[in-house]
């Protein structure tokens, strides 16, 4: 059973960086696309970014696009979320998610996403 775990989370003030990671283990990278979804209270869990196997399958919300990137590392087995210019509407708790059908990824359907960490909190101050 594949398990993902977050970290990076904390407290920032508008304009800074935070690299969030996701570690997967009980498999290997390799076979899953993984997504990163936020979640601010009283709002949908919305997709940030997401990346596949397919060469080109990176995806960005436009909230975000030009400001955070998403990357990986195989021989960690890690998922990076690096985050740049934050910005108080950034605040969420953030997932990564995977979907067992690596190809390709997408943000627009949760329910494609099995397997879910605990979340990591992100908090942004003006």
């Known amino acids: 059973q594949v398990q993902l775990a977050e970290s990076g989370g904390g407290l920032v003030q508008a304009g800074g960086s935070l690299r969030l990671s996701c570690v997967v283990s009980?498999?290997?990278?390799?076979?899953?696309?993984i997504a990163w979804f936020r979640q601010a209270p009283g709002k949908e869990r919305e997709g940030v970014s997401c990346?596949?196997?397919?060469?080109?399958?990176?995806r960005y919300a436009n909230s975000v696009k030009g400001r955070f990137a998403i990357s990986r590392d195989m021989a960690k087995n890690t998922v990076y979320l690096q985050m740049n210019s934050l910005e108080p509407e950034d605040t969420a708790i953030y997932y990564c998610?995977?979907?067992?059908?690596?190809?390709?990824?997408?943000?627009?359907?949760?329910?494609?996403?099995?397997?879910w960490g605990q979340g990591t909190q992100v908090t942004v101050s003006s």
């Open positions: 009980g498999s290997t990278l390799d076979k899953y696309a």
């Open positions: 998610a995977a979907d067992d059908m690596p190809r390709l990824c997408v943000l627009s359907y949760i329910p494609r996403y099995g397997f």
């Open positions: 990346m596949g196997n397919a060469e080109w399958s990176t």
